[in-house]
Antibody, heavy 115, light 110 residues
Framework: EVQLVESGGGLVKPGGSLRLSCAASGFTFSSYVMNWVRQAPGKGLEWVSS????????YYAESLKGRFTISRDNAKNSLYLQMNSLRAEDTAIYYC????????WGQGTLVTVSS | QSALTQPPSASGSPGQSVTISCTGTSSDVGGYNYVSWYQHHPGKAPKLMIY???KRPSGVPDRFSGSKSDNTASLTVSGLQAEDEADYYCSSYGGSNNWVFGGGTKLTVL
């Protein structure tokens, strides 16, 4: 069974940084594209970033380029999202997702940016 | 504002059919056959229901079907059941290694 467990969310002040982690199990992590998608309170889903199986290809939503960095450690079956210069509008639930079609989702971790 | 437009709500009685629309542009929905649909019960992980416009992942009931015409994709749920009550989101490849999502539709089973 595919399991994706996000962690690292919490309350952070504007301008601060946070690193999200996603622990994957139940599949061959190194064979899959991985993604981050977020959902702000009361809003729809927003694609954040995707990374290929061997990290050769990395893509970001245009609005986030330069502030967020996606990475993975295939030896640890883990996906990461480093978020810098956080703003109030980054407040959202962040989902870790396996697959090119966003096949399997974690339950998300809440990031709140507030002073 | 979400990139793809979905109606905020939809409803139907048990056994009926309901269709949820997802409208984009020729740069996303209309330009690629890469539309997906996700079911989200609050507090649980979203679930992929349809990919590549019409394909169902293993384990998804055939009561769920997808289609597309021009810049609008649709999800049809036939034979509505109580457990189908959830939020539904569409997504589409938007070109240039970019993905776009809809704002979500809350489906109520009356």
């Amino acid at each position: 069974e595919v399991q994706l467990v996000e962690s690292g969310g919490g309350l952070v002040k504007p301008g601060g940084s946070l690193r999200l982690s996603c622990a994957a199990s139940g599949f061959t992590f190194s064979s899959y594209v991985m993604n981050w998608v977020r959902q702000a309170p009361g809003k729809g889903l927003e694609w954040v970033s995707s990374i290929s199986d061997n990290s050769s290809y990395i893509y970001y939503a245009e609005s986030l380029k330069g502030r967020f960095t996606i990475s993975r450690d295939n030896a640890k079956n883990s996906l990461y999202l480093q978020m810098n210069s956080l703003r109030a509008e980054d407040t959202a639930i962040y989902y870790c997702i396996q697959g090119s079609w966003f096949d399997y989702w974690g339950q998300g971790t809440l990031v709140t940016v507030s002073s | 504002q979400s990139a793809l437009t979905q109606p905020p709500s939809a409803s139907g009685s048990p056994g009926q059919s309901v269709t949820i629309s997802c409208t984009g542009t020729s740069s996303d929905v209309g330009g690629y056959n890469y539309v997906s649909w996700y079911q989200h019960h609050p507090g649980k992980a979203p679930k992929l229901m349809i990919y590549e416009v019409t394909k169902r992942p293993s384990g998804v009931p055939d009561r769920f079907s997808g289609s597309k015409s021009d810049n609008t994709a649709s999800l049809t749920v036939s034979g509505l059941q109580a457990e189908d009550e959830a939020d539904y989101y569409c997504s589409s490849y938007g070109g240039s290694n970019n993905w776009v999502f809809g704002g979500g539709t809350k489906l109520t089973v009356l």
